[in-house]
């Protein structure tokens, strides 16, 4: 396929995943909001919340690294989407992903953060500095339970390619990684609570403690560029769970349900438990979900 | 610095002992002098922001306006209103108002009555730091005169001699519901394009500047801090 029409319909995947990023994410308040007796916000303000923060007249910097921390985490958020495959048997929606995508997605998961922690680095503030060594442990834990997960299916499925894992599933439910494969999935879905930063989780911008971690020292445009990465990362985030465990999707309605259910996920538990601190956040990412990975990977071998 | 005479003085006599010039020692081994108030801080004043295109800065003043970000910061007893003003009873998220827990991401700086010298040391450093286009919103009769602090001899009596207020709301103190009028009248007010709090500051700097001067005695910070 000509590489100009690729691009296009990878624009025309982005646009798409990142207004269904910011719809969930005034859903995601408007459930809050409704549980604790309101109404919420009206459902299209976080786009005027991204107009405004783009439109703002002032932006004061602290540095290099200041401006590069948002450009990173926006790279990674939009380097992981580009290599993803969103529509299973769609030439036009596979983006840019070939044979060993799951790797460089690995990969780039961590990538962002990194940035992050630079650039807020830079911003000076201490509660920058306590989400930043937070969220690093933290997601290092993480990614324990989450790699062996995802070496387990590498060795049940004989593949590193997501579209291939993808195609592994089909035909029919049962031959979802959620039933061929149950002990990969549970450390994955556990280590995925961690990875959106709900509530249990929610150390790094811990609300009401060390408001609101990291980006303390980020306004306007960093913190909207900011906020379309948030947006375009927690859909693309639900749809590799999607394609590793869930069947992928054959169209973007079934994307859309199982990304929502699967982001949902992680907040509905959020509604119910109050936040861990960090050493017992570590700790528990290091024993159940840990202890699932280890088992999922014994069967495969 | 802007005004000279009064700084030099007052800086050595209150000066916090962070910010005082000293020798550190670098990682690599060698002394260098660190003067925190010109090193840490940016010494350029504010300029004015003149809005471009009218039809485009109309659509950005409406998406300014349904979304205002209010930073919590309370100053005095009308504080005890905002915690109704976002929660079930009155909710005011339904019309784009948010709290915000930093002055970097806020738009508006809700003076909740009285205001005290100490406070307005604060309300100052971080009015400065907020993001034009930035409005502040003053509540309750102690910011219009005094009110019932007007011969007290620590609080100020008319805010708008130290910061720009663009939405007064008379009380003491008023009610949420007389709060949410008063962002509706903000709303308004940014709409027409006539909340322009920012620049306003920024032009008349120095007569800003030597009123807050005159208030606060203990001078002991850089004159801008953003």
Same mark, same amino acid.
């Given at each position: 396929?000509?590489?100009?029409?690729?691009?296009? #319909?990878?624009?025309?995947?982005?646009?798409?995943?990142?207004?269904?990023?910011?719809?969930?994410?005034?859903?995601?308040?408007?459930?809050?909001?409704?549980?604790?007796?309101?109404?919420?916000?009206?459902?299209?303000?976080?786009?005027?919340?991204?107009?405004?923060? #783009?439109?703002?007249?002032?932006?004061?910097?602290?540095?290099?690294?200041?401006?590069?921390?948002?450009?990173?985490?926006?790279?990674?958020?939009?380097?992981?989407?580009?290599?993803?495959?969103?529509?299973?048997?769609?030439?036009?929606?596979?983006?840019?992903?070939?044979?060993?995508?799951?790797?460089?997605?690995?990969?780039?998961?961590?990538?962002?953060?990194?940035?992050?922690?630079?650039?807020?680095? /830079?911003?000076?503030?201490? #509660?920058?500095?306590?989400?930043?060594?937070?969220?690093?442990?933290?997601?290092?834990?993480?990614? @324990?339970?989450?790699?062996?997960?995802?070496?387990?299916?590498?060795?049940?499925?004989?593949?590193?390619?997501?579209?291939?894992?993808?195609?592994?599933?089909?035909?029919?439910?049962?031959?979802?990684?959620?039933?061929?494969?149950?002990?990969?999935?549970?450390?994955?879905?556990?280590?995925?609570?961690?990875?959106?930063?709900?509530?249990?989780?929610?150390?790094?911008?811990?609300?009401? /403690?060390?408001?609101?971690?990291?980006?303390? /020292? #980020?306004?306007?445009?960093?913190?909207?560029?900011?906020?379309?990465?948030?947006?375009?990362?927690?859909?693309? /985030?639900? @749809?590799?769970?999607?394609?590793?465990? $869930?069947?992928?999707?054959?169209?973007?309605?079934?994307?859309?349900?199982?990304? $929502? $259910?699967?982001?949902?996920?992680?907040?509905?538990?959020?509604?119910?438990?109050?936040?861990?601190?960090?050493?017992?956040?570590?700790?528990?990412?290091?024993?159940?979900?840990?202890?699932?990975?280890?088992?999922?990977?014994?069967? $495969?071998? | 610095?802007?005004?000279?005479?009064?700084?030099?003085?007052? +800086?050595?006599?209150?000066?916090?002992?962070?910010?005082?010039?000293?020798? =550190?020692?670098?990682?690599?081994?060698?002394?260098?002098? =660190?003067?925190? !108030?010109?090193?840490?801080? &940016?010494?350029?004043?504010?300029?004015?922001?003149?809005?471009?295109?009218?039809?485009?800065?109309?659509? !950005?003043?409406?998406?300014?306006?349904?979304? +205002?970000?209010?930073?919590?910061?309370?100053?005095? &007893?009308?504080?005890?209103?905002?915690?109704? !003003?976002?929660?079930?009873?009155?909710?005011?998220?339904?019309?784009?108002?948010?709290?915000?827990?930093?002055?970097?991401?806020?738009?508006?700086?809700?003076?909740?009555?009285?205001?005290?010298?100490?406070? +307005?040391?604060?309300?100052?450093?971080?009015? *400065?730091?907020?993001?034009?286009?930035?409005?502040?919103?003053? +509540?309750?009769? &102690?910011?219009?005169?005094?009110?019932?602090?007007?011969?007290?001899?620590?609080?100020?009596?008319?805010?708008?001699?130290?910061?720009?207020?663009?939405?007064?709301?008379?009380? &003491?103190?008023?009610?949420?519901?007389?709060?949410?009028?008063?962002?509706?009248? !903000?709303?308004?007010?940014?709409?027409?394009?006539?909340?322009?709090?920012?620049?306003?500051?920024? *032009?008349?700097?120095?007569?800003?500047?030597?009123?807050?001067?005159?208030?606060?005695?203990?001078?002991?910070?850089?004159?801008?801090?953003?």
């Amino acid at each position: 396929m000509d590489i100009v029409i690729r691009l296009l #319909y990878v624009f025309l995947g982005l646009f798409i995943v990142l207004n269904w990023g910011l719809l969930m994410s005034a859903i995601m308040r408007k459930i809050g909001a409704r549980v604790a007796g309101r109404y919420g916000i009206p459902y299209y303000q976080p786009w005027i919340d991204l107009i405004k923060l #783009y439109s703002l007249r002032d932006s004061i910097t602290h540095g290099v690294m200041f401006y590069l921390g948002p450009v990173f985490r926006v790279s990674g958020g939009v380097g992981i989407f580009l290599f993803m495959p969103l529509i299973f048997g769609s030439s036009y929606f596979s983006n840019f992903s070939f044979a060993g995508d799951l790797v460089l997605i690995m990969y780039f998961q961590f990538f962002g953060m990194l940035g992050m922690a630079l650039g807020a680095g /830079e911003g000076g503030h201490p #509660y920058s500095a306590i989400g930043i060594s937070r969220g690093l442990s933290q997601f290092t834990t993480i990614e @324990v339970p989450m790699t062996l997960a995802v070496i387990s299916i590498a060795v049940q499925y004989h593949t590193l390619s997501i579209s291939e894992i993808v195609a592994a599933q089909q035909g029919g439910i049962m031959n979802w990684t959620l039933f061929t494969n149950p002990f990969a999935t549970a450390a994955a879905m556990l280590s995925l609570l961690g990875a959106f930063g709900h509530s249990p989780f929610n150390l790094v911008k811990a609300p009401n /403690e060390i408001p609101i971690g990291p980006p303390t /020292e #980020y306004h306007s445009a960093f913190l909207g560029v900011l906020r379309t990465n948030a947006a375009i990362l927690h859909v693309i /985030e639900a @749809v590799l769970f999607m394609n590793l465990f $869930f069947g992928g999707a054959g169209n973007w309605f079934e994307l859309i349900i199982k990304s $929502f $259910f699967i982001y949902f996920w992680s907040v509905f538990v959020g509604v119910v438990f109050p936040r861990f601190r960090i050493e017992q956040s570590v700790q528990w990412f290091l024993k159940i979900p840990l202890l699932f990975g280890v088992i999922a990977i014994i069967i $495969f071998m | 610095m802007i005004n000279e005479n009064n700084n030099s003085e007052n +800086l050595n006599k209150f000066l916090h002992k962070e910010n005082e010039i000293r020798n =550190v020692e670098t990682p690599d081994g060698s002394i260098i002098q =660190v003067d925190p !108030l010109n090193d840490y801080f &940016c010494t350029d004043r504010p300029e004015v922001k003149e809005p471009k295109n009218k039809v485009i800065e109309k659509f !950005l003043n409406w998406a300014r306006a349904e979304s +205002l970000w209010v930073l919590g910061f309370g100053t005095g &007893c009308g504080s005890i209103e905002i915690p109704p !003003l976002v929660t079930p009873r009155f909710d005011a998220y339904r019309f784009g108002v948010q709290m915000r827990p930093t002055p970097r991401q806020s738009n508006v700086f809700i003076i909740s009555g009285y205001l005290a010298v100490k406070t +307005l040391k604060r309300v100052i450093r971080t009015y *400065e730091q907020m993001q034009g286009p930035k409005y502040v919103l003053a +509540l309750g009769s &102690c910011t219009i005169n005094g009110g019932m602090y007007w011969d007290s001899y620590n609080t100020i009596n008319r805010l708008d001699h130290y910061i720009p207020v663009d939405v007064y709301v008379a009380g &003491c103190m008023p009610r949420p519901e007389a709060l949410l009028a008063g962002f509706n009248k !903000l709303k308004e007010r940014i709409k027409d394009g006539r909340a322009e709090g920012a620049n306003e500051y920024a *032009e008349k700097f120095d007569w800003y500047k030597s009123n807050q001067k005159k208030i606060v005695k203990d001078w002991n910070m850089p004159d801008y801090n953003w």
